[in-house]
């Protein structure tokens, strides 16, 4: 290069091999924030953030919830690459660590100044700057660009390749990747590595984000500090939120930025202060303030939460909850996570609130704990803890203001240990409960013979038999003569204690433990199955000290055993037909029909237990399976008599591409001798059948789904009725609608419920949907529960506000309450599913749904 001042050089072209850089692109930040300015600041404001959106690439969907995406410049290295000889390849050009220059004008003195003026392009490991002059002083390693500066950093993609769909795999892997800028002044010293730059237009191609700056100091490799800065990740054309600081200090290499004085617009109108504001600039943990939410309720009227979280270590962590009432004093929650080594993990959960002004000036508080933890050394070892308190009843439903968490009746404590394997599974545990004060549909007081036993411990086992080609242990192997034989084995003991302060009823606390052993016979042939089962149960109960006292009685009089044999016969038969139900749909579906009558014989003679006390048994409900299962009773308290037979008929059709159309049963038992054990002696069942029950399944469409089962009483009435419509016309909307109708069934512990349910999630357009849930108890003649809401997404921000209607599940008689919550989601910032979480509980289907919702952004 000539050393006269400002030779002309005809656009030749610089390759100087030195290992600095000329300015700081690629080590702009991730993201950072803008604040407007005042005069003439503001056009140079808006000039270079009208630039930098050229950069914007739209998509052809006009509907689409993000209507483009940032791209990387490309300018025109032709030239460059004619000079090098490369023949236009450009992936030859740069030389890893190397800088390349191309302009209009150069001069060089070789002491202490270079300029290049004119289109100017610099160049390095896929970095760019492109600007009217950049002067250097080789001596100090100042260098400065002037005059509609560019910036472009693509890491990623070091030989300069622009591929705008490859993103990197994380944001840690590439802290300062994507970063594309337009400043009117840069300035950066290649010793210190430091920078200063003016007016700075950015935009963040890996979280999509844009923004200005006043001026911003490069303090040193990854740390940032910006003045009067603006941040959104709305499009350059759609801005409808951003937030205005005074200042940002950025960190790249901790993931956070620190704001002050920041608030957050809507438009142009302030929504929300924070003086600090510690944010996320990528997916690592770090302490800061998160985004705080607001809720309300009829009972416990406006609260106000701003959780602060602590990234205390990389195995444990806190999140600070402080929250502020506009009818009570303030309260302060905390969440404590942990992860260890060799001990497992858990969250600890507590709050406290003192003098509550609603509640009497008590202090009010809760404590959540759970702990999980797997072995090591030991496949399929697992252990657990849980712990739940609350100071009253009415905790979890005054601070819960939208109901959003399960309001139980029995909290638990509870200590476990689990082991599985391919044969053997294990469960011992000690359990125990806080028992909250409630009230029974009725109204009527929930009493202490209502309360669950506390099991101190208890222990279960369920053990499959191995066949002989498995060798248990090291020494014994299976004889295969039992190879034909499914032999299982069952074990349930344990502790049962449930103190009765309220004299409501004897306590009957005690040891009780239950065995069982089943042997069955499969035979399987192409027509059908015959499987005959033999079983022998045992039964052992003993009252403890305080129920021997309280009953009046003897140890010799307090301890009952009783060995019951059951045998059974199960079998069935397969008749399959090609073709649709009398070729109906044989044009449009084809596929095949499956016929398939079933009986089951079942004899268990009677033995007396009404002296045996019942600690966690009931009656299962009258369905289709439960005809064809062994016993009437949920739990190990009772051996039930049971001489009866069922017959049971299901059919199938199959279209031909594998979904089944229609697949219906139906069953009916009839008993050879009455039944005689019940949970107590209140319970009787004369009848000589169960009547007849039935379940349907049907999907008459492919977006039309019917599902329906039911039982009759052995005079003919209906005994129970439940139905469910789910119609889904598109992945993204979902209607449903479903009854209950059961009736008071004493026998079997039936309690009578009439009720309709109904759901709709449906899209207005690409952004807008409508969300909505009832209950209605058609028996009480009340709302149980109602839910409606409106939901907002784009690739700005996501606003969604609900309305509900409930009732205290724990006091359903009184007044129901009312709540309203506005939740709205930064993107880019905040995520939040609070209310979807509560809409998943609530409609079956609903998180496909929501997962379509989410998902179809540039649709």
Known sequence: MSKHPKERLAKRCLSISIRTVLFG???????????????????????????????????????????????????????????????????????????????????????????????????????QVLADKITFNPKTGDSRAMGRVLFNDNPNHPDGNQNHHKHPQSKHDAPNAGMIGIASELNYNANTQTANAKDVAFASIAIGAHGHAKHMQKLSNGEYKMDEVMFTTCPPTQRKWHLDADSIEIDTKTGRAIAKNSTLKIKDTPVFYLPYFNFPIDDRRASGFLLPTAGMNSSGGLKVTAPYYLNLAPNFDATLNPTLFNNRNPMLGAEFRYLT?????????????????????????????????????????????????????????????????????????????????????????????????????????????????????????????PKSTTTMGKHWKIPSSFDRFDITARHNSGYFKKTIASNSTTEHSGVRVYNQLTASYPILKNWGYFTPTISLHHLYASYD??????????????????????????T???????????????????????????????????KDQHDIPNFETAFAAINYDQLLADSWFLGDDRIQDLHAITPAINYRYVDQNGQTRFDGSMAQQFYLSDLKVGLDDSQKHGDKSSGMAWKISTQPKDDLWIDTDGSFTPNHHLNHFTAQIRYQPSER???????????????FGQLPLQAYTASAIFPINNRWR?????????????????????????????LSVYARRYRNSLSPDIKANHAIMAEIRLNGITDSSRLSRLMSDKVVGYDATQDAWQKSINK
């Open 545 to 570: 000290k305080d129920s021997l006292v309280a009953r009046g009685i003897d140890k010799t009089e307090g301890h009952h055993s009783v060995f019951v044999p059951q045998l059974s016969f199960d």
């Open 733 to 747: 909307s979902l209607y449903g609608i479903g009854l209950i109708n059961r009736k008071h069934n004493h026998a």
């Open 770 to 798: 409508l969300l909505s849930q009832v209950q209605f108890d058609r028996r009480n003649d009340r709302l149980l529960d109602a839910l409606v809401g409106i939901n907002y997404e784009d690739c700005c921000y996501g």
């Open 572 to 606: 069935a038969a397969f008749f399959e037909k090609s073709g649709s139900p009398f070729g109906w749909f044989d044009k449009k579906w084809g596929g095949y029909q499956v016929l398939s009558p079933r009986l089951k014989y079942n004899h268990t003679p009677y």
């Open 25 to 127: 692109a690629g080590l702009l930040p991730m993201s950072v924030w803008a604040q407007g300015i005042s005069g003439h600041a503001i056009d140079q404001k808006n000039d270079a953030l009208e630039r930098l959106s050229g950069y914007y690439q739209a998509l052809p969907h006009t509907d689409a919830r993000c209507q483009g995406r940032w791209t990387y410049p490309t300018p025109d290295r032709s030239s460059l690459a004619k000079q090098l000889g490369a023949d236009n390849d450009t992936n030859s050009i740069p030389k890893h660590g190397s800088y390349h220059a191309q302009a209009d004008y150069g001069y060089y003195d070789n002491d202490a100044y270079a300029e290049l003026s004119g289109n100017v392009i610099l160049e390095q490991n896929g970095q």
């Open 341 to 465: 080594k060799n001990y497992g993990s858990g969250i600890l959960d507590v709050s406290y609130l003192p003098n509550d002004r609603k509640h009497g000036d008590t202090n009010r508080h809760h404590v959540f704990y759970d702990h999980q933890w797997r072995a090591k050394h030991i496949n399929n070892l697992t252990a657990h803890a849980i712990y739940r308190h609350v100071s009253d009843s009415d905790y979890l439903s005054d601070f819960d203001a939208l109901g959003l968490k399960n309001n139980p009746l029995n909290l638990p404590r509870r200590i476990g240990v689990n082991y599985y394997n391919e044969y053997l599974t294990a469960d011992l545990r000690a359990e125990t409960f806080q028992t909250l004060s409630g009230k029974n549909s009725d109204g009527s007081p929930i009493q202490d013979k209502d309360k669950p036993y506390s099991r101190l411990p208890q222990l279960t086992i369920n053990f499959i038999l």
